[in-house]
């Protein structure tokens, strides 16, 4: 399964360098500027991570930090911002982001930051089909409604 990262920023040059520096270590990315592009696209499809600045014009980063977490608790995401404060720090994380970027960053350092999350989210994802699969053989339960259920349980025995 390719590693998809989808990159929601209102400036386009944000997006082309990661874009850029992602397709080098071989990372697909999807480019979007605004958050109700993002929400729309999710009900097709779902990336390996998103990465959102939170000053955008409509929705901010952070109400779409709030419906992804709604939608898909399990899906990292990762804030960025060029204002960053400790106020808006602890606000994105209380809200599930899985990691903070503040700007100007180092792109090698956003690369290794992005890398990482994917590889985060692709072992926690086995580990919970595995515990899933290990404890739920012979149940007949493979509607997406009850594989959710699942996850939810397996993420629920972890805290």
Not at 12 to 34: G, M, P, Q, Y
Not at 123 to 146: C, D, F, R, W, Y
């Amino acid at each position: 399964m390719m590693s998809k990262v989808w990159i929601v920023d209102d400036d386009s040059s944000i997006r082309w360098v990661l874009e850029r520096a992602l397709s080098k270590e071989n990372v697909s990315c999807e480019l979007f500027d605004n958050s109700s592009d993002v929400l729309v696209a999710l009900k097709k499809r779902t990336p390996s991570v998103i990465i959102s600045d939170i000053r955008m014009p409509g929705d901010s980063g952070l109400v779409l930090l709030e419906e992804i977490k709604a939608r898909l608790p399990e899906l990292p995401v990762i804030i960025m911002t060029a204002f960053s404060d400790l106020d808006t720090a602890v606000t994105s994380f209380q809200g599930g982001a899985y990691e903070y970027l503040s700007k100007p960053f180092d792109v090698d350092a956003a690369v290794k930051l992005i890398t990482r999350t994917l590889n985060d989210s692709f072992a926690q994802s086995e580990k919970l089909n595995s515990i899933t699969h290990s404890l739920v053989p012979n149940l007949l339960g493979k509607s997406k409604l009850m594989q959710e259920v699942f996850r939810a349980i397996g993420r629920l025995s972890q805290s």
